[in-house]
């Protein structure tokens, strides 16, 4: 069977992108989202596992281009391992949106925000009076609040928007919503700005991010914004039914982080074919 071929862009600024890429790949950077885009999306965080076939993809692509790195929301040490990308050369992993990185086996991060503390003692009381079913995600520098496992998740996920919006609020933390989780952070810190920051320290040529989620637009916003600077970039969207709203901004859309895998191994094969 004939292997899958690259798919095309469907728009100009994403064929830009992509043609880019193919021209220049050794100065190109490719920066993608974890869960939901490498690792399927499972009711218990902890039994995330990125696709088998992820970390050789992520290896070839970081072979031919000019860097590679994972850009989460979880600590960097979870995603190394539960992606199992530790041996993906040169890999860099800005987590907690950007807070932590790790690069060359050394994590660096700033203390937790003191709030984060303040937050996670008056979480309990609040999720007591509004989240029958929810559950937390203590990341250290956030908590991340699920109603994945609820009787009615997407009913409880509202719910809560307001009650942990308020709460955020009064501690000077922001809500971040996601697929059926609601994650409360220090402000200023999103997936768009560690992507400028990588993008500043890197200088690459173009620029291709793939994401899932709705923490995933404010790294759109980023790659559209260097765009109108001139910088070429690549949109990808990891498809499914919970969340449209990166589809609808997406250059590419394919389905699931078995796509995304697919999508990574075509550019591999273009790279070593050009």
Excluded at 49 to 55: F, G, K
């Amino acid at each position: 069977m004939p292997e899958p071929e690259l798919p095309e862009p469907r728009t100009p600024a994403g064929r830009a992108g992509l043609a880019a890429l193919l021209e220049d790949p050794r100065r190109a950077l490719i920066a993608v989202d974890f869960d939901g885009t490498l690792a399927p999306i499972v009711a218990d965080p902890a039994a995330a596992r990125a696709h088998p076939r992820a970390p050789a993809a992520l290896s070839r692509l970081a072979a031919r281009v000019g860097g590679v790195a994972v850009v989460t929301g979880r600590p960097t040490a979870q995603a190394i391992s539960l992606g199992d990308l530790a041996g993906v050369p040169g890999l860099v992993v800005l987590g907690h949106y950007g807070l932590e990185r790790w690069a060359d086996g050394t994590v660096t991060a700033p203390p937790p925000h003191p709030a984060v503390a303040a937050v996670r003692r008056e979480l309990p009381a609040v999720l007591a009076r509004h989240g029958e079913g929810a559950w937390v995600e203590d990341k250290g520098s956030s908590v991340a609040v699920h109603t994945r496992r609820a009787p009615d998740p997407p009913g409880l996920f509202e719910a809560l928007r307001q009650p942990l919006t308020e709460l955020a609020a009064r501690h000077g933390l922001t809500v971040e919503p996601g697929r059926l989780v609601l994650e409360l952070r220090p402000p200023g810190v999103d997936k768009g700005a560690a992507l400028r920051s990588l993008v500043r320290e890197r200088e690459p040529s173009c620029l291709l991010f793939a994401g899932d989620d709705l923490g995933d637009l404010a790294a759109y916003d980023a790659v559209d914004e260097l765009r109108a600077h001139g910088l070429p970039g690549l949109l990808v969207c990891s498809g499914s039914e919970e969340v449209v709203a990166l589809a609808e901004r997406a250059d590419l859309v394919v389905a699931g982080p078995a796509g995304v895998v697919a999508l990574f191994e075509a550019l591999a094969r273009a790279l070593d074919s050009a």
